[in-house]
């Protein structure tokens, strides 16, 4: 199974892709924790990303395409889901030339919708927790507005395509998981 998982910051997409690694067995590609582990150990793609990161902008398209390609042809034939790629429409356009190299396809992409309200609540609590440094106000800001401009538009392109799943991403975390699964089971 092959997924993505969309939705903007703070939608929960890390917290479900925990669910769905263990009842499903995918691999779980997150380009927001392959770039922090970067900065910490201050690889040079690391230095790079860090000043984009810190203000909310987007890290460039070459460096976090080029991410996803290694990491796509590490699995060979596994199935894995994307949480935080594509997130724009340069980004879409090279999966999909990725993809097609590989003989493979996207199965669903799974949408979590989330109010802008309930976003910004469940970042500030997350910054309490995990303390990351663009959780911050501002940060945020920047990020739902770089979300709006510029990430949510994919849904129209996966759409098209007729891949793309809806979830209501709000409420209890059991009942969003459940949710998706029920998306899940109609793919098998
Ligand atoms: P995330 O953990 O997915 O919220 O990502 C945290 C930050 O990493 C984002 O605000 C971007 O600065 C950067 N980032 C993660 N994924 C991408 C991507 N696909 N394209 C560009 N920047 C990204």
């Known amino acids: 199974m092959r997924l993505i998982l969309f939705g903007p910051p703070g939608a929960g997409k890390g917290t479900q892709a ?15 924790d392959v770039l922090r582990e970067a900065i910490k150990n201050e690889t040079e793609v690391g230095l790079y990303a860090k000043s984009f990161m810190e203000k909310g902008e987007l890290v460039p398209d070459e460096v976090v395409t080029e991410i996803i390609r290694q990491k796509i042809s590490e699995l060979g034939e596994q199935g894995f889901m994307l949480d935080g790629f594509p ?31 309930e976003v910004v609540q469940r970042i500030t609590k997350r910054q309490k927790i995990e303390g990351r440094r663009d959780d911050t106000e501002d940060v945020i800001r920047n990020r739902l507005r770089v979300y709006k401009d510029q990430t949510s538009p994919l849904k129209g392109f996966y759409e098209e395509i007729g891949v793309l799943h809806a979830v209501a991403g709000g409420g209890l975390i059991s009942d969003i998981a459940e949710r998706i699964d029920g998306v899940l089971k109609q793919l098998k």
Do not use: C, N, P, W
Not at 18 to 32: A, C, L, M, P, W
């Open 18 to 32: 925990d669910f769905i690694k263990e009842k499903y067995g995918v691999e779980h590609i997150s380009t927001g």
């Open 87 to 117: 997130r724009t429409l340069e980004q879409a356009r090279s999966l999909d030339g990725i993809l097609t190299d590989a003989g493979i396809g996207i199965d669903a992409v799974i949408s979590l919708e989330v109010s802008d309200e």
